[in-house]
């Protein structure tokens, strides 16, 4: 299937309409921080901050150099502290106050931006703001603090870690993605490279199986450049995610 790709923000983008009782899901990638002003993986060509993500985003990067990580993370954790939401991360959140619960905003972003804006979201990869003990079962805990130099630990002993999911470990929460995915009429990634699984994934699950009640869901991308699982979708609109997602539904 070749979807319609439509290149804007012109006057051709027919804003998606929303019926009564319908359900949107919408998953965001890094793309829609970007005008924030925080760096996309991609942009940053496979290395982030000077590092392999291997040494900074794997749980045996960790294992081999915690400091190092920690480090990234701190230094992360101080850029997160002076970024705000833009106009993409408000246009979704005023979405959710008119759909309150019909509307699944699902997140690969590890910011608080759309938090920020005030919208209710599912981090699938985890939260930068959060820290968790490696080792006990202890709840993950709001952490702003920046460790560069000293080891965190937890009162068990253990140490703690950022509260984030490292390429090789399972997204959280994929039962609670999976019930939002099969309810949904409309499904809209915004700015992600749909390389990186299992949410590259989402959308040809959604070609696959219809909905709970048996309808097959919309599937629309918006995002400077077709993502790599393009094909999956109905439709490409293409532009910067702060300058379509405002007008991208029907009043
Ligand atoms: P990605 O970096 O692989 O892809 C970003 C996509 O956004 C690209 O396709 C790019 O064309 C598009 N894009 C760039 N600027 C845009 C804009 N202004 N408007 C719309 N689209 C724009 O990101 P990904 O697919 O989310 O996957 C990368 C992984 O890295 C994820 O797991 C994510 O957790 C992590 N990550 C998170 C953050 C964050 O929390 N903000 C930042 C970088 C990476």
């Not at 760096?39 to 294992?63: C, K, M, N, S």
């Not at 759309?114 to 202890?138: I, N, P, T």
């Not at 709001?142 to 509260?163: F, I, K, V």
């Not at 959280?172 to 949410?199: H, K, N, Q, W």
Request: negative net charge; hydrophobic residues 40%.
């Amino acid at each position: 299937m070749v979807p319609l790709t439509k290149i804007g923000p012109g006057g051709d983008f027919d804003p998606l309409r929303i019926e009564p009782g319908q359900r949107v899901f919408v998953l965001t990638g890094a793309g829609i921080s970007a005008e924030s002003g925080v760096p996309t993986f991609r942009d940053a060509g496979g290395l982030w901050e000077q590092h392999r993500v291997e040494d900074v985003a794997t749980p045996e990067g960790f294992a081999r150099d915690p400091v190092l990580v920690w480090r990234f993370y701190s230094e992360r954790r101080k850029k997160a502290g002076t970024v705000k939401p833009n106009p993409a991360h408000l246009a979704l959140a005023q979405l959710q106050e008119r759909l309150g619960e019909r509307l699944f905003v699902c997140t690969q972003n590890v910011d608080a931006l759309h938090e920020r804006a005030g919208s209710r979201v599912w981090h699938m990869h985890g939260e930068l703001l959060k820290s968790r003990c490696a080792e006990c079962d202890r709840e993950p805990f709001h952490d702003e603090a920046q460790y560069p130099d000293a080891l965190p630990r937890c009162h068990c002993g253990g140490l703690l870690r950022p509260n984030v999911v490292w390429f090789g470990e399972i997204p959280f929460g994929m039962d609670r993605i999976f019930e939002a995915l099969s309810a949904c009429d409309l499904f809209v990634t915004v700015g992600s490279s749909g390389a990186v699984y299992p949410a590259a994934g989402f959308v040809s699950h959604l070609r696959n199986v219809p909905n709970v009640e048996g309808r097959w869901a919309r599937c629309v991308y918006v995002g400077l450049e077709k993502p790599e699982n393009a094909h999956s979708f109905d439709e490409c609109r293409l532009g910067r995610a702060g300058e379509l997602l405002p007008t991208l539904f029907a009043p």
